[in-house]
């Protein structure tokens, strides 16, 4: 079965440090795969998504990930993290011929002033 | 911005009633999903609906839950019997097509007593 996993289920960072937050896959075939972000008390909204073509997507608030087939990898990154970057994120893969997300446990990201 | 929206945002109910969890996806959408979050756990999915019909379905959606788009803008989880086991938070989202990135509502937190 597919599975998504992410390491690290609290990361900190310093205002203004590179945010990097971890997610593998397990699939023998590319799914598309997505970030979302959760703020506190509302809902799940798309950072970015991967589904074909150029492996460096770009997203919203300045985060982008690069898929990595043969390190069946998705890690998202921010090259400076900001105050407003805290929140929960979850990496999301939807397998081919599917309807359905699998989402990883999600990443709490705290930025200390 | 047009957004999936969700009712009621908290609904508590006893054990063995039933409850409708509502959701108005984005208007041009056609698929339509619904997923859930236990406290401390990940998203986990629940149901996707297209075309009138369920077209696939997790291990959890079993008989004591039901979906239906009772008109052209509402799309509604029913579940017959609630068990404590599902308090949690329910997601519903929607699509445009398979496969595309699914845009989520602010949630409904059901907690069961």
């Known amino acids: 079965a597919q599975s998504v996993t992410q390491l690290g289920s609290h990361v900190s960072v310093s205002e203004g440090a590179l945010v990097l937050l971890r997610c593998n896959y397990s699939s023998s075939v590319p799914p598309y795969l997505f970030w979302y972000v959760q703020y506190p008390n509302q809902g799940l909204q798309l950072l970015l998504k991967?589904?074909?073509?150029?492996?460096l997507v770009k997203g919203i608030n300045g985060f982008e990930a690069e898929f990595k087939k043969s390190e069946t990898s998705f890690h998202l990154t921010k090259p400076s993290a900001h105050m407003s970057d805290a929140a929960e994120y979850f990496c999301?893969?939807?397998?081919?011929?599917?309807?359905?997300?699998?989402f990883g446990t999600g990443t709490r990201l705290k930025v200390l002033a | 911005e047009p957004e999936v929206t969700q009712t009621p945002s908290h609904q508590v109910t006893q054990m063995g009633q039933e409850v409708i969890l509502r959701c108005v996806p984005i208007?041009?959408?056609?698929?339509f999903y619904w997923y859930r979050q236990i406290l401390g756990q990940k998203v986990e999915f629940l149901v996707s609906?297209?075309?009138?019909?369920?077209?696939?379905k997790s291990e959890i959606f079993d008989d004591q839950f039901s979906v239906e788009r009772p008109d052209g803008s509402n799309f509604t989880l029913k579940i017959r019997s609630t068990k404590l086991e599902d308090s949690a938070m329910y997601f519903c989202?929607?699509?445009?097509?398979?496969?595309?990135?699914?845009?989520f509502g602010p949630g409904t937190r059901l907690t069961v007593t």
């Open positions: 989202a929607s699509s445009g097509g398979q496969g595309g990135e699914q845009y």
């Open positions: 991967y589904t074909t073509g150029a492996t």
């Open positions: 208007s041009n959408h056609l698929y």
């Open positions: 609906f297209y075309n009138n019909e369920i077209s696939e």
């Open positions: 999301a893969v939807s397998p081919s011929g599917t309807y359905k997300y699998i």
